[in-house]
């Protein structure tokens, strides 16, 4: 606890271009919790690496995804906002932890299993040991929640599981983390499949809305969206997934209930949902990519946004490690 604040930590990749799943099951979750926690957000890009990355790309989208942050409303001067890779303390942390991690642990691990099916000729032990990673990011800065969308949760467990282990070997040095899973936007669904969920790597364009589309192109991509043939707006995941994704869609972008949207389109065929869906995120978004463009020209307010911030997460990530590696009992250093 910070300043009498709680402490939030969660982070993004700077891989493929980031969807509306990506903004409306976590970002924008973390604009809403920024005022209320002493909030560390980094663009990890160590957790980029573990599947091939052309350098200069992935320094850009890096570059992006931390202007993204701040675009989308979180106050750099007030949060922690920062790229994994400037704080060693991730790797150090990380590598101990590796040692209070059974393999049968990660073997559960369905992002493991998923990725390994996808990157069939690189399947690198960094994919492997990626969540003991993700828990030094989180247990470094003593996080008290972690903001993240549904399918990271089994990650969050084994974070927890780790924390447990290593505070009942040695005290509390660890803070357990809770999860955040926001009441709207937990798992946006692809647009072509409803059945699997939105995602950055999906190879067709159309099953996602990019955070850097146009305005046409979000409600071209919303027309094409897959729904059944009934032409009733109703919300029933089992029986009509396609049409309760956009409903999900639109609560997430105007904050609407779901019985007052069946009854703004009670009566209205499907083609008038999918535009006045399309508008609304095209609405949410706009204002967000104009501030983009705007701080990437702003190098020098970047910069300087880079340095302190990487220096306030190294001094706290740092003040865990020391504790850490002493009760596991490495040397002292001598000053
Ligand atoms: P990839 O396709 O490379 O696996 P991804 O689109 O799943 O990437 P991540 O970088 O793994 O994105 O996720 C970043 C954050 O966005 C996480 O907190 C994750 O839970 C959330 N998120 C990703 N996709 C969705 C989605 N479809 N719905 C809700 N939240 C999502
Ligand atoms: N694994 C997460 C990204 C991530 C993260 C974290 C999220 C890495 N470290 C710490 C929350 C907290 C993902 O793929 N979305």
């Not at 604040?5 to 409306?24: E, I, V």
Request: include cysteine.
């Amino acid at each position: 606890m910070l300043d009498g604040k709680k402490t939030l930590f969660s982070g993004m990749q700077a891989t493929g271009n980031l969807t509306l799943g990506n903004y409306c099951g976590a970002l924008k979750n973390w604009v809403t919790l920024n005022d209320e926690y002493e909030c560390f957000y980094s663009v990890v890009d160590m957790h980029s690496i573990t599947v091939r990355q052309n350098p200069a790309e992935l320094r850009k989208r890096a570059r992006a995804l931390l202007t993204l942050y701040i675009a989308a409303g979180l106050d750099p001067e007030k949060n922690c906002i920062y790229y994994q890779s400037h704080v060693s303390a991730h790797a150090e942390l990380s590598w101990i932890l590796n040692c209070y991690t059974y393999m049968g642990e990660l073997n559960r691990m369905t992002q493991f299993k998923d990725k390994s099916s996808k990157h069939a000729d690189n399947i690198n032990s960094g994919l492997y040991t990626y969540p003991v990673l993700m828990a030094s990011d989180i247990l470094l800065y003593q996080a008290d929640v972690v903001p993240v969308g549904a399918d990271q949760m089994q990650h969050l467990e084994l974070t927890r599981d780790i924390a447990q282990r290593f505070n009942n070997i040695y005290g509390d040095v660890f803070t357990i983390p809770e999860a955040y899973v926001g009441k709207t936007g937990a798992r946006i669904m692809s647009l072509q499949d409803p059945t699997k969920k939105m995602s950055k790597s999906d190879e067709n364009i159309n099953a996602s809305i990019y955070l850097t589309d146009d305005p046409d192109t979000i409600i071209r991509k919303f027309k094409r969206a897959v729904t059944d043939s009934s032409a009733e707006v109703r919300y029933d995941k089992e029986e009509k997934p396609g049409i309760s994704n956009l409903i999900d869609i639109y609560r997430s972008a105007t904050g609407k209930g779901i019985e007052e949207i069946e009854r703004e389109f009670d009566g209205k065929g499907y083609g008038d949902f999918k535009l006045a869906v399309g508008e609304s995120v095209a609405d949410l978004l706009k204002p967000i990519q104009d501030r983009q463009v705007d701080l990437l020209k702003d190098k020098a307010y970047i910069d300087g946004i880079i340095k302190a911030n990487a220096e306030k997460a190294n001094y706290f990530a740092n003040k865990t490690l020391r504790k850490v590696q002493k009760k596991v009992g490495f040397p002292e250093r001598i000053r």
